[in-house]
């Protein structure tokens, strides 16, 4: 990895992280609505000079995906456990990296299992880092995860995992596994990858809940109608990086916005990401970080001075 490209994934990461904790902060205290403090994230990201990837959040059971519509009423209340996932790029090249926050003060019962929640996924995140290393096995990397979460009397969510990343793909197509899955794959030097523990008290598995806020432009096809059409023309400056409803129906609409995703969906151009949630409704925390993979271990890029994990 050439040292510009480096420079470019470190202003993207030291950005993601700013707006990761300045968000949290905000949904923290109760009655914060969600639409007001992604909408700030997004912002923010841009006043900043980055680019945005998404700025996406989770509540409580539902572990990742979603986006408030621009209607959309939610607000944070007392003992909400929040998710807060951030993307900034720079000419495509990405920082993802994700928080868990905590709103208010919980009942000192609740507040001591949601902590330990917390802490577990803290831990999970720093051990699986200190694994990192050319020719280190993803194995490793899940079961240094999996323990952690064990340790505190809990369980990784099995089937959401960490990822390699690649220019303007926010999934490139290697798996980094949160438990023991066998596999052998090694780490190679100069990989980007994000490692992301989700911690729960439940199943330790997510189903689809709710419909889908978020979408992706998954291939290049003609398309009929006029909505389908201002709609690929409107996320275009994505280059397949995630978008979200609010963009499209602030700009076109919510008629033209219905149907061109409809429409899009249909024919395999866009696909949609629904929230994800808890199959038994246990509750969810998560911590992410991005990384290079470096002959001396992990290179952390989006690592805040606060965060201590």
């Known amino acids: 990895m050439n040292p510009e490209t480096i420079q470019l994934l470190e202003k993207a990461g030291r950005i993601a992280a700013q707006v990761r904790r300045e968000t949290a902060a905000k949904l923290s205290k109760p009655g914060t609505s969600f639409l007001e403090a992604m909408d700030y994230a997004e912002q923010r990201i841009l006043q900043l000079k980055g680019q945005i990837a998404w700025a996406q959040m989770a509540v409580n059971d539902v572990a990742a995906h979603f986006c408030p519509t621009e209607e959309d009423t939610g607000v944070s209340k007392e003992g909400d456990i929040i998710k807060v996932d951030i993307g900034v790029h720079q000419d495509g090249w990405l920082a993802d990296n994700a928080m868990t926050v905590v709103v208010g003060t919980p009942t000192s019962e609740l507040q001591a299992e949601i902590k330990d929640m917390v802490k577990a996924a803290q831990n999970a995140l720093k051990a699986a880092i200190k694994v990192v290393r050319p020719g280190a096995q993803l194995w490793e990397v899940g079961e240094a995860q999996f323990s952690e979460a064990e340790a505190l009397g809990f369980t990784t969510v099995r089937n959401l995992s960490g990822h390699n990343i690649e220019r ?63 709609i690929l023309e409107q996320v275009k400056s994505q280059n397949g990086l995630p978008f979200t409803t609010r963009w499209l129906t602030r700009k076109l609409g919510k008629g033209a916005t219905a149907l061109g995703l409809r429409e899009l969906q249909q024919i395999g151009v866009v696909r949609p990401y629904a929230p994800l949630a808890e199959i038994s409704g246990g509750m969810v925390t998560q911590f992410e970080h991005s990384m290079i993979v470096t002959e001396k271990g992990a290179k952390v890029y989006t690592r805040h001075e606060e965060d201590g994990w």
């Open 168 to 230: 303007y793909k926010v999934h490139g197509g290697i798996t980094i596994p949160s438990y023991n899955t066998k596999d052998k794959m090694e780490l190679q030097e100069g990989w980007q990858i994000a490692i992301e523990p989700f911690i729960t008290n439940g199943d330790g598995l997510i189903k689809d809940k709710g419909p889908a806020t978020v979408f992706m432009v998954e291939r290049e096809k003609g398309v009929r109608s006029p909505q389908a059409r201002k």
